[in-house]
Nanobody, 124 residues
Framework: VQLQASGGGLVQAGGSLRLSCAAS????????MGWFRQAPGKEREFVTA???????YYSDSVKDRFTISRDNAKNTVYLQMNSLKPEDTAVYYC???????????????????WGQGTEVTVSS
């Protein structure tokens, strides 16, 4: 599976952005999908994930502001980000988790495919 993230950019605090992650390959619907982010000088952190069955997980820092969704017909997962804050500034990565791949959804080690990242900058 190859992943291509897009949609990043510069936005003012309080604004919105929608990120997309397009996946190539077959059987996209069977993959769990996640979004992580990494700010300069910090470790990559979990943002949100959606399982193949549609179960969703959010980190506390983005819950009620961000929404993950997937369109299996388009092999794409989305991240709608509202009420953005300067602390949301980071490179955002999408990741895919193969069926039966070990590991949970909240850690980077739980994913076996990664996109290249898209940069989000939130100005105050």
């Amino acid at each position: 599976v190859q992943l291509q993230a897009s949609g990043g950019g510069l936005v003012q605090a309080g604004g919105s952005l929608r990120l997309s992650c397009a996946a190539s390959g077959r059987a996209f619907s069977g993959y769990g999908m996640g979004w992580f982010r990494q700010a300069p000088g910090k470790e990559r952190e979990f943002v949100t994930a959606i399982t193949s069955s549609g179960r969703i997980y959010y980190s506390d820092s983005v819950k009620d502001r961000f929404t993950i969704s997937r369109d299996n017909a388009k092999n794409t997962v989305y991240l709608q980000m509202n009420s953005l804050k300067p602390e949301d500034t980071a490179v955002y990565y999408c990741a895919a988790k193969s069926p039966y791949y070990s590991g949970g959804y909240a850690g980077p080690s739980g994913y076996d495919f990664w996109g290249q990242g898209t940069e989000v900058t939130v100005s105050s």
